[in-house]
């Protein structure tokens, strides 16, 4: 042993001599590797061009600390210069060039500068052009970035909406509602995975199955990490009726929306199901009372003391009580709450009519909550046209702006909408008798049903003229004022919600018509005494297709368009068998219910080779 121990050191001494040899050899080869690895696993940099302002996002797998980010630029070779520096968390820079630029070339690249401003690191250089954006692609546009507010920003834990892009942890049940809507326009326009959304959707409807209910109510603020109540004010630390409306009117939608057999699909209908059977409406008119109480907790009762009466926001509030297969309030509230007091008002203003109402119908908000999925339109109570109410105050509001009797700066034609929103001085419920000089563009952008050209002008001149300021990585930032010299840094989830939803449903319908399939809500609007109005269904239709009313239907279903092209047509039940067809040339069809069951059906037509299908609801008399 002790002979052979020199000759072993010896060997081990030649081994480790031959091993730094090779890895001499080869250390100049690895480091060469790894470096050019390095390089293109760097900062990898996508650039999107739209109408009037380029998105630029990368992403960074190196390594190694840097102080910042930079963002250089150059136009037509020009040279670059510096246009944004950013912090190491920010990987994503908007650069607003305006309108008319598509002549010019934009050249980006993205640096890792040190502490002293030297660059350690860049992107490939890439060069983009703007597009000219027709009507229908800035509306997608819009949409598209104000859906990254629910997406991207929702909470990790529960998936609801937080209250304000500065929330943390705290979710809003009404904006989750919204938000609910928009992930449903996600996903039918492509932009969501179909599996991803039902997840997201029914992640929200576990969370929420745990968290506070008051009476199957749900307050207006929780925890989005462990679903407890966070109050909205001293003594709101209970049920919020109003908020909990709203957040099933989102979820209704989203359980008609999700009609197949997969098991995701089966456990997101039974669970919103049972949690709108949950709620007891009853208790929120105190047991006997003839109007809907907003709020009630264990601590503090009833103590805040606040009916729900129109005309504002709460129509569907109603809606909702009246239709509750559990727990349903009678038919009567609908007058003697939500209409009682002093709901009728006929009034005049800028040449158009308002039946009921504040003066001048009061602020935006009420005619785009509660009709993000209620569909107004084809139909009156004894009070009004809810379609045609909405769309004058929309032009009242367009007019009071235009006309200016405050000399506010900023407002015009164009820069109009007077909503609840931020403002320079806290929050407030703008309209033209609350006017302290604050645009909010979800005003206009939601009232897109409405009055389409007036808001889409309104569109253009936020983003056109106003985008460097206005315009941020979720859309529209929440309100301005030129009076102030003040932009808003907030998103707000009531806000972004009906900017997404009501746009859709001026492009395609797909929240009304979703939302209306609800058993509930048909014979729910019946005892109340809506009933159709098809004398105003042609200024109800926006200019792209036809539209099915009433639906759901008893007798009877009417298709209405625009033309009097040829026209094919079919009614197909849910074995895919044709029930009904025919064709033709007149612009109102009117298709006769009664000798079919009820049940869910299609309605196709055809027109110049292009198929369009709508889904009706027979419901029995």
């Known amino acids: 042993m002790t002979e052979s121990l020199p000759r072993r050191i010896r060997s081990l001494s030649i081994a480790a001599s031959v091993e730094w040899m090779l890895f001499r050899i080869w250390l100049p080869v690895i480091l060469l590797i790894l470096t050019q690895h390095h390089v293109r696993a760097g900062i990898q940099l996508i650039p999107t061009a739209y109408d009037s302002h380029i998105e630029l996002i990368w992403r960074d797998d190196s390594l190694g600390s840097f102080q910042y980010y930079k963002v250089y630029r150059q136009v037509n070779e020009s040279g670059f210069t510096t246009q944004q520096t950013l912090f190491p968390s920010d990987t994503m820079a908007l650069d607003f060039v305006g309108p008319d630029q598509q002549s010019n070339q934009f050249d980006y690249f993205v640096a890792k500068v040190d502490f002293l401003g030297a660059i350690l690191q860049t992107s490939d250089t890439l060069r983009v052009q703007t597009i000219s954006a ?59 995975p179909w599996e991803s959304g039902l997840k997201r959707l029914l992640k929200m409807v576990l969370f929420l199955e745990g968290a506070d209910r008051f009476r199957g109510a749900f307050p207006h603020w929780m925890n989005g990490k462990t679903g407890r109540t966070i109050p909205f004010s001293p003594k709101d630390d209970g049920g919020d009726l109003v908020e909990t409306a709203f957040l099933f009117e989102g979820l209704l939608t989203a359980r008609q929306y999700f009609q197949g057999n997969s098991p995701n699909e089966v456990v997101l209908r039974e669970k919103i199901t049972k949690m709108y059977g949950e709620v007891d409406w009853n208790w929120y008119r105190k047991t006997v009372e003839d109007v809907l109480y907003w709020h009630w907790s264990p601590n503090n009762q009833f103590a805040i003391n606040l009916p729900i009466r129109g005309w504002n926001e709460a129509m569907i509030i109603y ?67 809810y379609f045609i109410h909405s769309q004058r105050q929309s032009l009242i509001n367009r007019e009071y702006c235009a006309v200016n009797p405050k000399h506010f700066a900023g407002y015009s034609a164009s820069c109009w909408g007077l909503t609840a929103s931020d403002d320079p001085y806290g929050y407030s419920a703008h309209s033209p008798t ?17 009055s389409p050209e007036e808001s889409l002008e309104a569109l253009k001149n936020f983003y056109r003229v106003r985008g460097d300021r206005l315009w941020g990585p979720m859309g529209f930032y929440d309100a301005f004022s030129d009076r102030e010299n003040w932009v808003a840094s907030s998103y707000l989830a009531i806000d ?68 009097n092209v040829k026209m094919q047509w079919e009614v197909i039940n849910p074995a895919g068998i044709s029930v009904l067809k025919g064709s033709t040339i007149q612009q109102s069809l009117h298709i006769p219910l009664h000798t079919l069951p009820a049940g869910l059906y299609w309605l196709r037509v055809r027109e110049n080779k292009l198929w369009q299908q709508f889904k009706i609801v027979h419901i029995p008399n």
Do not use: C
């Not at 040449?351 to 009921?356: A, Q």
């Open 434 to 450: 609350n006017d302290n000089g604050t645009i909010t563009p979800t005003a206009a952008l939601s009232s897109m049903p409405y």
């Open 319 to 385: 809606i909702l009580a009246i239709a509750s297969p559990t727990h349903p309030v009678p038919a009567r509230l609908y007058q003697r709450g939500w209409a009682g007091g002093s709901y009728v008002h006929s009034q005049d203003h800028f040449g158009y009519h308002l039946d009921i109402g504040p003066e001048y119908g009061g602020p935006l908000f009420f005619t785009h909550y509660s009709f993000l999925g209620l569909d107004p339109r084809f139909v009156r109570d004894q009070y009004t046209n």
């Open 134 to 192: 027709d009507d229908d692609a800035l509306l997608e546009m819009v949409q598209r970035y104000s859906l990254r507010y629910f997406w991207d920003f929702g909470h990790p834990v529960s998936g609801m909406a937080r209250e304000r892009n500065s929330s943390g942890d705290l979710v809003t049940t009404g904006g989750t509602g919204f938000g609910v809507m928009a992930i449903l326009v996600g996903i039918d326009r492509g932009w969501i």
């Open 496 to 563: 972004q919600g009906p900017i997404i939803g009501m746009i859709e449903n001026y492009r395609s319908q797909l929240l009304w018509k979703t939302f209306m399939t609800s058993p509930e809500i048909g014979p729910a609007l019946d005892a109340v005494g809506f009933v159709v109005d098809s004398t105003t269904a042609r200024a109800a239709i926006p200019r792209t297709a036809g539209f099915v009313f009433p639906n759901p239907a008893s007798e009877s279903i009417t298709f209405e368009r625009s033309n």
